[in-house]
């Protein structure tokens, strides 16, 4: 374990003679989520959970400036993302500024409400967001930069009804699915939309806009879960459009876990190549040694990519890339199913 640590720091110093003059942003779904409340936190306190090691291994490896996390539970306090934060540190990784808002997973409706259409009200599918308990497989924010926390934007709460344009379920007649009383209060996010500002050290601004949508399968004819996939998709331009309120008047990044594949699986594919295709961003379609662009390796559905980074036209993208595991016992193997994805930009 002491040489494994070692070499880990040995990385983390290298990485950073190299890349002086960038900034390294990165996303990735840990799939580190446990069965109840504050399970993860005491895995990852007890310091001997194979996972979570791996875990803190990739990262560590890769050494992301700004981390978007996926997978990892959410609690009141914050208590699960500093137990994370602090073993990160113990490999020479600091991250002294963290964001880890409520997400809707696990988040019941005000109502006892039937959200999912199979007839009963109460499972883990009738909360806003997939979940068994409040905050289950939420998201969080890493970052060596400073983030401007009276400033960021939380579009958790918006309900899907009121996204432009959205491309509700409906039943072969035409009528809402499963209720108009279901739609009424059903959110957009699964898990999240956050518009996070970030301080750079010339003291300019880069936002970090991420989310992780919900996989477009587990539903029937309706496509409810396909259609709300494309839609928390698409939501990202609408808000460049304008249309969600304020443009962001800074340089920016989405990042995160669309579980969208523009060319495989199931899906409407048409969102992702829309957001991959808006000129107001740029895809550096990073290089995976799995070969493509690979992100995600599913046992039944195989290799595709469902993980972006995605930096808006505007920046100097130097670097980007995928971390594969180089074995099946290697750290990027053991810690999840997605990859680590990273592009690095350009400073000055």
Known sequence: MRQLAAS???LVFAAAAVRADTLRIATFNTELSRSGPGLLLRDIKRGSDPQV??????????QPDVLALQGIDWDYEGRTLAALAAQLADLGLHYPYRLALQPNTGLPPPSLVD??????????????GYGRFRGQGGMAVLSRLPIAATEVRDFSALLWTDLPGALLPIHPDGSPFPTAAAQSVQRLSSTAHWLVPLELPDAGRLT??????????FDGPEDRNGRRNHDEIRMWQLLLDGQLGPVPDHPFVIAGDANLDPERG??????IRALLSDPRLQDPGPDSPAGGTATVSWQSAGQMRVDYVLPSAGLTVTASGVVWPEAPDAPAAVASRHRLVWVDLLLN
């Open 8 to 10: 880990v720091l040995f």
């Open 53 to 62: 090691a791996a875990v803190a291994d990739v990262i560590a490896g890769a």
């Open 208 to 217: 970090l806009l991420t989310f992780h949508a919900t996989p477009p399968l």
């Open 115 to 128: 959200l999912d259409g199979d007839g009963k009200a109460g499972g883990p599918r009738d909360n806003q």
């Open 266 to 271: 199931k899906g409407r594919r048409e969102a």
